[in-house]
T-cell receptor, first 114, second 110 residues
Framework: NAGVMQNPRHLVRRRGQEARLRCSPM?????VYWYRQLPEEGLKFMVY????????ESGMPKERFSAEFPKEGPSILRIQQVVRGDSAAYFC????????????FGPGTRLTVT | GQQVMQIPQYQHVQEGEDFTTYCNSS?????IQWYKQRPGGHPVFLIQ?????EVKKQKRLTFQFGEAKKNSSLHITATQTTDVGTYFC??????????FGKGTLLTVNP
């Protein structure tokens, strides 16, 4: 399967814990985008990364959230000290080049904070 | 930033009826994309519209881009139960950032 992979698919965390979401882009893709979807809402852009670089993190909350895309391995979206409001579906998308037209989405991670 | 309004928020139809969802923007758009998300699933790209007045068809789906490039519509003819899901429009204004509408949830009664 050469699609975008995300894990875990479902994640339950208690308030105050850390959540780590992983995304492996499609083969040959070096651009990764993270989006968040609240219940009954559209997807909201969070961050755009290329290998080892954060290009645009304008959609990401300044506190508790961080993202990386190391030279080796998947992209990681990290949420520290989670709160109930962080409960959402987090989708990763990847593209071969920098493009809004050719983004392929992964299956998402559903985060529930109890 | 760019914003888009999508209506209706919900639409329930009998199988065989038609369905239309609309997206409207206050600014001129360079392009617009449409996605479908099944319940519990992820967004799947359907189509991109770029030209003013463009009309594209995919089997029972018809996509239109307004002449002024400020609005777009997706029309499904003779809905089937497999059409169930949320349909999103998305603006690809910048080089990489997609701005999604809130979506229209379509349910189909068999």
């Amino acid at each position: 399967n050469a699609g975008v992979m995300q894990n875990p698919r479902h994640l339950v965390r208690r308030r105050g814990q850390e959540a780590r979401l992983r995304c492996s882009p499609m083969k040959g893709h070096s651009h990764v985008y993270w989006y968040r979807q609240l219940p009954e809402e559209g997807l909201k852009f969070m961050v755009y990364l290329q290998k080892e670089n954060i290009i645009d993190e304008s959609g990401m909350p300044k506190e508790r959230f961080s993202a990386e895309f190391p030279k080796e391995g998947p992209s990681i979206l990290r949420i520290q000290q989670v709160v109930r409001g962080d409960s959402a579906a987090y989708f990763c998308a990847s593209s071969q080049g920098q493009s809004a037209a050719e983004q392929y989405f992964g299956p998402g991670t559903r985060l529930t904070v109890t | 930033g760019q914003q888009v309004m999508q209506i209706p928020q919900y639409q329930h139809v009998q199988e065989g009826e038609d369905f239309t969802t609309y997206c409207n923007s206050s600014t001129t758009l360079s392009n617009i994309q449409w996605y479908k998300q099944r319940p519990g699933g992820h967004p799947v790209f359907l189509i991109q519209l770029v030209k003013s007045g463009e009309v594209k068809k995919q089997k029972r789906l018809t996509f239109q881009f307004g002449e002024a490039k400020k609005n777009s519509s997706l029309h499904i003819t003779a809905t089937q139960t497999t059409d169930v899901g949320t349909y999103f429009c998305a603006l690809g204004g910048s080089n990489y950032k997609l701005t999604f509408g809130k979506g229209t949830l379509l349910t189909v009664n068999p």
